[in-house]
T-cell receptor
Framework: DADVTQTPRNRITKTGKRIMLECSQT?????MYWYRQDPGLGLRLIYY???????NKGEISDGYSVSRQAQAKFSLSLESAIPNQTALYFC??????????FGPGTRLTVL | AQKITQTQPGMFVQEKEAVTLDCTYD???????LFWYKQPSSGEMIFLIY??????QNATEGRYSLNFQKARKSANLVISASQLGDSAMYFC??????????????FGTGTRLQVTL
């Protein structure tokens, strides 16, 4: 079984819809992250969490919110999706060295 | 200001040859870490190699080595004996320390490597 899982793997939605991307991990790490990847821009950090009670904004948090339901679960929500949020979204976990273990990604398309 | 710079959008290398992917970084912190990840066309991010700022020797992992030149702030990835399966996007990333034990990774824009016969 994969250490970091993301659901759904692919999603097509319409402008204005609320959508949640879920991430679960079995690595026992406290640190979890959400990134988005756009062509030519690499990975950019949306939100990160160092434990259940700690949530921090990354460089592009506008339009997104997160919930850390448990050590193993970190969800990303788009309250009202817009087309420029079409991207590949990655969840990741890390140990203290910050080697990040990535999930398989969620490809989101907002029409 | 961009903290991780990968100046090669695309590279070609012949099978069995070595290739160097460039990465420069910018930080004033004495303690930092540098990473390389591979992203094949299937999309997953695969960790390749790590170099700590205090490490005396260049990191190596199989066919991957990291040419760490601290004074020049460069952390180039060297792939020896390229294989067709090395064709992928490669990302350099740097750990930035925040407060206390908190830190995060910043990624470069990537280099697309194509291995040819």
């Amino acid at each position: 079984d994969a250490d970091v899982t993301q659901t759904p793997r692919n999603r097509i939605t319409k402008t204005g819809k609320r959508i949640m991307l879920e991430c679960s991990q079995t690595k026992g790490h406290d640190r979890m992250y959400w990134y988005r990847q756009d062509p030519g821009l690499g990975l950019r950090l949306i939100y990160y969490s160092f434990d259940v009670k700690d949530i921090n904004k990354g460089e592009i948090s506008d339009g997104y919110s997160v919930s850390r339901q448990a050590q193993a679960k970190f969800s990303l929500s788009l309250e009202s999706a817009i087309p420029n949020q079409t991207a590949l979204y990655f969840c990741a976990t890390s140990d203290l060295r910050e080697e990040q273990f990535f999930g398989p990604g969620t490809r989101l398309t907002v029409l | 200001a961009q903290k991780i710079t990968q100046t090669q959008p695309g590279m070609f290398v012949q099978e069995k040859e070595a290739v160097t992917l460039d990465c420069t970084y910018d930080t004033s912190d004495p303690s930092y870490g540098l990473f390389w990840y591979k992203q094949p066309s299937s999309g997953e991010m695969i960790f390749l190699i790590y170099q700590g700022s205090y490490d005396q020797q260049n990191a190596t992992e199989g066919r991957y080595s990291l040419n760490f030149q601290k004074a020049r702030k460069s952390a180039n990835l060297v792939i020896s004996a390229s294989q067709l399966g090395d064709s992928a996007m490669y990302f350099c990333a740097m750990r930035e320390d925040l407060t206390g034990t908190a830190s995060k990774l910043t990624f470069g824009t990537g280099t697309r490597l194509q291995v040819t016969l």
